[in-house]
T-cell receptor, first 114, second 110 residues
Framework: EADIYQTPRYLVIGTGKKITLECSQTMGHDKMYWYQQDPGMELHLIHYSYGVNSTEKGDLSSESTVSRIRTEHFPLTLESARPSHTSQYLC?????????????FGPGTRLLVL | GQQVMQIPQYQHVQEGEDFTTYCNSSTTLSNIQWYKQRPGGHPVFLIQLVKSGEVKKQKRLTFQFGEAKKNSSLHITATQTTDVGTYFCAVNQAGTALIFGKGTTLSVSS
């Protein structure tokens, strides 16, 4: 299983604050993803990246930004946190074997915006 | 774009009963994957199906890819409490991100 790390694991923050969620993987995977997910619900794609200096928008990208300066690092920034951002944020990276993509997820960051 | 419909959204069973979740597409799929997410956890890759009519088994779990490669199923025989969680199907779409279904959440009472 791929080693993919997310920090912080839990975050409580006030409305209007700028926050950055960290994601790192040590597998050398080129593709990385950010998802937002409420408990037991569907995965909403926020951003993804094909590799260094590549970023693409997903369905919920309008209120956040990402960067991909290094292969192993894919941070997600919320410029101004709102209570509607309260959720779990999952980072994933992909292994492409035989032409098929398999995703490995990090443990997630649980965000509470007051 | 590519979409996959997953049913049912929720399923509750008594321990020992069987469970099946289905993933359907209106277009032919190149492959399909299944993931499991335990409560409070993150999705974990279970298996990938590529060939038409393919059937794979993992202990009590049976995965099937339809002959037309437009649907897939995950069947659990004699469910246990350890099977609780949300099961997602996912498909590869060329040039874009992996597409996930909305998931089926399974609860099991003992």
């Amino acid at each position: 299983e791929a080693d993919i790390y997310q920090t912080p694991r839990y975050l409580v923050i006030g409305t209007g604050k700028k926050i950055t969620l960290e994601c790192s993987q040590t597998m050398g995977h080129d593709k990385m993803y950010w998802y937002q997910q409420d408990p037991g619900m569907e995965l909403h794609l926020i951003h993804y990246s094909y590799g260094v200096n590549s970023t693409e928008k997903g369905d919920l990208s309008s209120e956040s930004t990402v960067s991909r300066i290094r292969t192993e690092h894919f941070p997600l920034t919320l410029e101004s946190a709102r209570p509607s951002h309260t959720s779990q944020y999952l980072c994933a990276s992909s292994d492409i074997a035989g032409g098929w993509e398999t995703q490995y997820f990090g443990p997630g960051t649980r965000l509470l915006v007051l | 774009g590519q979409q996959v419909m997953q049913i049912p959204q929720y399923q509750h069973v008594q321990e020992g009963e069987d469970f099946t979740t289905y993933c359907n597409s209106s277009t032919t799929l190149s492959n399909i994957q299944w993931y499991k997410q335990r409560p409070g956890g993150h999705p974990v890759f279970l298996i990938q199906l590529v060939k038409s009519g393919e059937v794979k088994k993992q202990k009590r779990l049976t995965f099937q890819f339809g002959e037309a490669k437009k649907n897939s199923s995950l069947h659990i025989t004699a469910t246990q409490t350890t099977d609780v969680g949300t099961y997602f199907c996912a498909v590869n779409q060329a040039g874009t991100a992996l597409i996930f279904g909305k998931g089926t959440t399974l609860s099991v009472s003992s």
